[in-house]
């Protein structure tokens, strides 16, 4: 069984850093891509950011220059380096696994990310 488990969400102040980790068990993360996505209170669920290998990579324009990707194969996690936060980036912040950057199959449970101004 796969399981997806996101860590590192907390409350920070406006300009400041998260690093969140998304650690795997069931499913080995080099073969498949994996994503992480927000979902803000009254809002859609969005795309954030995906990786399928180190060199194949999106990053959602909101977040471009300021958020970056990144996995670690032998602990078989993913992270999202969260720099520069605004108020806007505030919301659960889910990963998701999958066959592809564009189709994902397993979740995590995520974690809340608070900027306050």
């Known amino acids: 069984q796969v399981q997806l488990v996101e860590t590192g969400g907390g409350l920070v102040q406006t300009g400041g850093s998260l690093r969140l980790s998304c650690a795997a068990s069931?499913?080995?993360?080099?073969?498949?891509?994996m994503g992480w996505f927000r979902q803000a209170p009254g809002k859609e669920r969005e795309f954030v950011a995906a990786?399928?290998?180190?060199?194949?990579?999106s990053v959602a324009d909101s977040v471009k220059g300021r958020f970056t990707i990144s996995r670690d194969y032998p602990k078989n996690t993913v992270y999202l380096q969260m720099n520069s936060l605004k108020p806007e980036d505030t919301a659960v912040y889910y990963c998701g696994s999958g066959p592809s950057m564009e189709r994902y199959d397993y979740w995590g449970q995520g974690t809340q990310v608070t900027v306050s101004s």
């Open positions: 069931g499913r080995t993360l080099s073969d498949y891509a």
């Open positions: 990786m399928k290998w180190s060199s194949h990579t």
